[in-house]
């Protein structure tokens, strides 16, 4: 795993939020979700060209949590605890499941996501 230079300085403290969400007990929830943040960050955040890279730091970190939505039923086989995410990503993740199931592409779902978040993080 390649570690974004920010990563230790997210906003949310990430190791100590892993600790206190999972506890734990499934670390295999919590390596997921935070792998697919770390990834997410790495080939999106990371890359000039990409749109997500455009983003504000509040837009991006809304996105970023918001994604976390897929592991619960995509990988229900790995994942025995569900990711509820924060109480305020919950609308957005609704629209971003609607979409997942619909098109089952992670590309075409950060890309409606980055024309969505704004919608979500300006109320």
Not at 26 to 47: A, C, K, V
Not at 105 to 114: A, I, S
């Given at each position: 795993?390649?570690?974004?230079?920010?990563?230790?300085?997210?906003?949310?403290?990430?190791?100590?939020?892993?600790?206190d969400?999972y506890?734990?007990?499934?670390?295999?929830?919590?390596?997921?979700?935070?792998?697919?943040?770390?990834?997410?960050?790495?080939?999106?955040r990371?890359?000039?060209e990409?749109?997500?890279?455009?983003?504000?730091?509040?837009?991006?970190e809304?996105?970023?949590?918001?994604?976390?939505?897929?592991l619960?039923?995509?990988?229900v086989?790995?994942?025995?605890?569900d990711?509820?995410?924060y109480?305020?990503?919950?609308?957005?993740?609704?629209?971003?499941?609607?979409?997942?199931?619909?098109?089952q592409?992670?590309?075409?779902?950060?890309?409606?996501?980055?024309?969505?978040?704004?919608?979500?993080?300006?109320?």
């Amino acid at each position: 795993i390649i570690f974004p230079p920010s990563f230790f300085t997210n906003t949310y403290n990430i190791l100590s939020y892993m600790y206190d969400y999972y506890g734990w007990i499934n670390p295999i929830s919590g390596f997921m979700h935070e792998t697919l943040h770390i990834q997410f960050h790495r080939y999106w955040r990371d890359d000039p060209e990409s749109p997500v890279s455009k983003l504000s730091d509040q837009d991006w970190e809304f996105l970023k949590e918001s994604l976390a939505v897929i592991l619960n039923k995509k990988y229900v086989d790995f994942v025995e605890l569900d990711d509820h995410g924060y109480d305020a990503h919950q609308e957005f993740r609704k629209k971003l499941w609607e979409c997942w199931e619909k098109e089952q592409d992670f590309d075409k779902l950060v890309e409606y996501g980055v024309r969505e978040v704004t919608k979500f993080t300006k109320k």
